[in-house]
């Protein structure tokens, strides 16, 4: 599948069971001991540096559907918005939920939390639009600043949407988000997630599994409420370029705006990434707390099906990732 051109590659067959008794134990099995089926279909040369994948799973929340784990080329991501709108049309189109016209509802079990979908379902008509309500996001800590080798102090925001972004405008880094050359602006996001690991520490209310920052927005400036719509450059993970806007990064901008006194529930916003084709969020509700639950609308696509085999004579048995230096052959 894809979602706004950023692929979701989903496992149907031949992974492992996962132990444990919640999703989140499910999570470190993964890392601990079946690490390779995410090396396999992320990696080199099954996959690419900036692949995206699903590992379905059961759900321990008796009200959901499917639980999922979300991998990557670095690891395994808490949230992912744009493939929850792509399992959204995944889950009708291969039955596991049965429609129910005009609207589907089911609850989708991700690593942060349950969240609520919901599917366009016509009788007479194709699959539409899929919507999720995000776990409650929250904006803070706010003004972090880092230092970035090259570039000297740089202030971030930090907000969490289910995962935690470095959220920071581009004219900030001296670059333009529509006229800088993309690597430009690839490699100053990948600074800003090694600086903002290395130097900060965030610590997750609930989980200390959820507590890292996972990825850096940098954005065209532009805020909600101020501007109906607005374009942003996400990279996460290992340095991985997000090709859609991300979904959750969507509810952590608009959690930043909702801090910030610009935006509040019921007032849309579309943002793009790299493809140009845009989400739409939407706060849906402001707890006591001023935790927010946003809703991000898009579309999933099919875009095929295959089978991947690794033989016993493989040499890159575990995948590879492009280095960034060759090394010497004879070192």
Known sequence: MHAAGEPVRIVTDGAPPLAGDTLLEKRRDAITRHDRVRRHLMLEPRGHADMYGVWPT????????????????????????????????????????????????????????????????????PIGAVSFDSVPVFAGPLAQTLTLPGRGAVSVDIAYGGAYYAVVPARRLGLDLADSPTESLVQAGRGIIQAGRAQLTIRHPDAADLG???????????????????????IFGGGQV???????????????????GLIGPGQDWDVAGLSGVAFRG?????????????TVTGTGHCSGSGRFEVEADDPLPDGFEVPARLADPGG
Not at 62 to 82: Q, W
């Open 212 to 234: 890292f920052l996972y990825g850096c927005i940098i954005t065209d400036g532009r805020l909600p409420g101020e501007s109906p719509a607005s374009r942003n450059l996400c």
């Open 282 to 294: 939407v706060i849906r509700e402001v707890d006591a707390d001023g935790h927010l639950i946003v």
């Open 58 to 125: 059961a759900a321990d929340h008796s009200d959901c559907a499917l639980a999922v784990l979300f991998m990557h080329n670095e690891g395994y991501s808490t949230m992912c918005g744009h493939a929850t709108i792509a399992l959204g049309r995944w889950m009708i189109d291969t039955g596991l939920v049965t429609p129910t016209p005009p609207v589907t509802h089911f609850n989708l079990q991700c690593p942060c939390g349950p969240v609520a979908v919901r599917v366009e379902t016509p009788a007479d008509g």
């Open 242 to 260: 997000d090709r859609s806007a991300t979904g959750s990064g969507i509810a952590a901008r608009l959690a930043l705006g909702h801090r910030q």
